[in-house]
């Protein structure tokens, strides 16, 4: 099992995901450079946090074009394990794969503070091994992370169980006063149909360690390691 | 000034227009041997502004302490160097921004925020963490402050806020702490003093000079334009007028995507080996980074501009040289191997050019397509500049008597109204509301971010340790007591990383002050060096670097003195920083005094002295308007103590938290760590003092508000009595979720947690009134 974390020129979160998983959950991963479109055969990728290219023009918008991001493509099609996080998701996003559209925090600010979501799906390689409705203290980061799109693909994302996170109050409360950023119907974080591509705004891997006030994010992390174990057992 | 490619005939009035004065340009002329032409004016015109060369403050600033056991790099270099064990240095620096804040409040604070992290990733450490210490007009309207002026305080605040979360936050480096003030005398010059601190491997620290005759001479990172030509010489070393709109131009702008590339890339370049110096470009940009290198090295440097990367066409040399156009480094690779260094910063795509090389001779020659613009020995002109010592006046002593004093409220009346309003006084309000924008947490290494503990603290991966760091500065004090003030801005500062846990070690320093052309200004300055020396001296704090930020005034009005005092602390178990709120009821409150020490205690003021001093609190400023008197006495001896007794404290895991007493007092103090809290409050009894407000609102120092879990007390007042620390158990931890205090048998605040949580957490965004 080998983790890949993607390196943008404005990446800035690449080294805590390395930590996470590296260090805190002791499991091989490697940095991948932006113009590799060698993936290094990884089981699964991570897009980090982080202002790629910038993000001028569009959050997300310069980096979907980079070379990586065509194997990264291939190897989502093939169902390889992806997570965007943040920038991460956001490029996901912008890359079509995965539906909706980024904007501008409804407060029009930067926020940085810890949040509670709710773990709305357990059926996922990214929160199998979270209680179903569990909620999560994760740290935000972003100002962009106002998660939108139309009537239709929400439909289509709850029907299809691929909305993942919702923001909520700490009770576990899903309305206006639990939504930091004004995203459509609280949604922290989603899948693709076949959820083997996910991403959310929330930080998890700066959740992974109790001195850092929350572990809560871990969960992610360990979801991926069970599915990908589960995956290998299943083709032994 | 010079655009067109004419020659200009200097005379010593184009000099003036230039900020040289006729000596100093008869110097110009000794050291040349001929009159300058227009491109070397504009050299030495930077290089000697008072920006660059510290020719006002220099006579005083050698009387600071700069050395000590720990200290590997005093001033002179980009950022001060200490050790932190495990064979890795700390490199941190603070520096101000002031003037370009004011003119254009986004891209001033950006640049500041972006200067300050080029001087700490040029030593070759990874900026780990930037604090901000921020001034402001005020922002509510008041007698003194119309609608329209704070309306106006409040766009600047938006701005500057604005402009650090922008650039930190992109950059990725965890903005994790500092603080702000608000006094009118800041309405026209806001200050903004940035402080970034990085870590490296000691053998890996970068120095900035040029050796090894015939090594290239490297450019990376943006291309040079037109903006910020006389950025720092112009806005920084010249007060203000009405026409200061107008200087908007010489106004710097940040790129933190490009910074975030070329730090990256120069820390990858450096781990080839073949990189022997390195210099950022800020202040005097080209100007700067050669000559420095090259009086440093004690060596010459020769360039060709046509080299340069250039934005725009058809800049002069005059331009080129001059330019502050950002995010730009000089540096200097070993011959033959500059296709390494080249390549590391073509992968990150950056522009990395070679621009010359290190001569012999100790010259610096700037040639413009093989023709020489510019020939000027290195180091007189690095180094040898004007040394003023500027006459000095202490103004007339303020006549004052005690009507002018704030006058106590009397014995048993309800100081509820009054405490819930302070809470909401801007300079004490919870600063969350500019927190959030700040990303504190990039990185995964902020143990304690904004407001969790009294200083910011970090931990140092891969290793037991963590770093704590708080600016401190009262301007209010420094404005009627310079000496005194600058002993407290050091000692809060060290008390505030103590009660973190850390020891503190090092310190840095931002001094911004008015015109060093007016005696008292100068005195104010001689006063506050004097300060700030005798208390880092004291308390084993030497200073590794910093700035002077003079000619702080607009309209001939200056800023209260305001010296900033950044310290770095180190704990030596990163699990056992202590931080502000109360963790469980029934635990004990204890305020830890150290001038009720045995060995110090002088005699305790007289009520009218008592009435004097607490004239200068955020109390008397806030409720009645007074800012008078003198600032609390300050012990050293006893900040000493209370430090080392914190520092033992945490180090034995006695405490439950500590939160120091300072801005609104022991009052403020424990309401601030019921808010960390959730569900708790604190049911007090104060020592009998001369009047309740002094007892709950001064601001006397040496003081932390600590909580204990009952069976640890025995332990607390063993280690306290180590110091000759008083050790008053004041109160408890209630889950009533009230705050309750009584004082010579009257209840004197009473309220709920809630209601005071509220006006002190949202305070700043009803006072904002902006989206």
Redesign the interface.
Known sequence: MKFGVVVFPGSNCDHDAFHAIGHVLQKPVEFIWHQSEDLHNCDAIILPGGFSYGDYLRTGAIARFSPVMKSVEKFANSGGLVLGICNGLQILLEAGLLPGAMMRNSGLRFICKHVHIRVEETDSPFTCAAQPGQILTIPIAHSDGNYTCDEATLKDLEKHHQILFRYTRPGGKDDAAGNPNGSTANIAGICNRAKNVAGLMPHPERAVEQVLDSNDGLVVFRSMIEALVGAAKATA | MATAQIEIKVTPEIAAEHGVTRDEYARIQKILGRDPNITELGIFSVMWSEHCSYKSSKVHLKRLPTRGKLVVQGPGENAGVVDIGDGLVAAFKIESHNHPSYVEPFQGATTGVGGILRDIFTMGARPIAVLDSLRFGEIVPSKTTSEEEAAKNRRILDGVV?GV??YG????VPTVGGEVAFESCYAQNPLVNALALGIARKEEIFLAKAKGIGNPVIYVGAKTGRDGIHGASLLASAEFTEESQQKRPNVQVG????E??LLEACLEAMKTGAVVAIQDMGAAGLTCSTCEMASRGGTGIEIDLAKVPQRETGMTPYEIMLSESQERMLLVAEKGREQEVLAVFNK??LDATVVGDVTDGGLLVVKDHGKVAARIPAHPLAEEGPVYNRPIAEPAPRTETEQDWFAFAADGTDLTTNFTRLLAAPTIASKRWIT?????????N??AGPGASDAAVV?I?ETKRALALATDGNGRWCQLNPKVGAMHAVAEAARNVATSGARPIAATNCLNFGSPEKPDVMWQFSQAIDGVGEACVALGTPITGGNVSFYNETLRRSIYPTPVIGILGILED??KVLKVAFRKEGDVIVLLDGSNSSKAGPQAPPRAGKRREFSSSQYSKSMGGIVAGQPPAIELGAEKWIIDCMVLLAAEATLQSAHDVSDGGVAVTLAESCFGATGLGASVTLPEDVAAEYALFGERGARVVVSVAPEKLGALRNTARQYGVGAHEIGKVTGDNTMRIEYKGHVVVLAPVPTLGDEWAHSLERNLKI?
């Open positions: 604005r979360g922008s936050n992109c950059f990725g790129d933190p995507f490009m975030k590339l990150w795509g959030e924008q700040y990303d504190s947490m990039v990185r995964t902020t143990l931990r991966k990163a699990s989206q």
